[in-house]
Nanobody, 131 residues
Framework: QVQLVESGGGLVQEGASLSLSCAVSGTVDGRTFDRIAMGWFRRTPGKEKEFVAA????????NYADAAKDRFTISRDNTQSTVTLEMNSLKPEDTAIYYC????????????????????WGQGTQVAVSS
């Protein structure tokens, strides 16, 4: 079974940068890391998890929520089985628990934006941005 472990969260000031990493082990429906789509979601207090970004199995196609465009970058290293979310120009409204997720869906990456399309989740890492 697959396991996802996030790291890199913390407390930063507005305008700072932060890099989140997710280490993946195991397989998803028999497929290794380099054959599955990966995504990042976040949850703020009192709200459902929301889509942040996703990357295709080969890293060539990415998709971002409007709130993440131009500030966040998702990437993956298939040799290390890791996916990274680089976050720049952080704002207080980016404060949330960030979750890494794996999808066994065969849909195109631009369509993988719903919670129910991701089948395996990490435990989350807290990001707090102070003003």
């Amino acid at each position: 079974q697959v396991q996802l472990v996030e790291s890199g969260g913390g407390l930063v000031q507005e305008g700072a940068s932060l890099s989140l990493s997710c280490a993946v082990s195991g397989t998803v429906d028999g497929r290794t890391f380099d054959r599955i789509a990966m995504g990042w979601f976040r949850r703020t207090p009192g709200k459902e998890k929301e889509f942040v970004a996703a990357v295709s199995w080969n890293g060539k196609v990415t998709n971002y929520a409007d709130a993440a465009k131009d500030r966040f970058t998702i990437s993956r290293d298939n040799t290390q089985s890791t996916v990274t979310l680089e976050m720049n120009s952080l704002k207080p409204e980016d404060t949330a628990i960030y979750y890494c997720a794996a999808s066994s869906s065969v849909l195109g990456i631009t369509r993988l934006v719903r919670l129910d399309q991701y089948h395996f989740w990490g435990q989350g890492t807290q990001v707090a941005v102070s003003s």
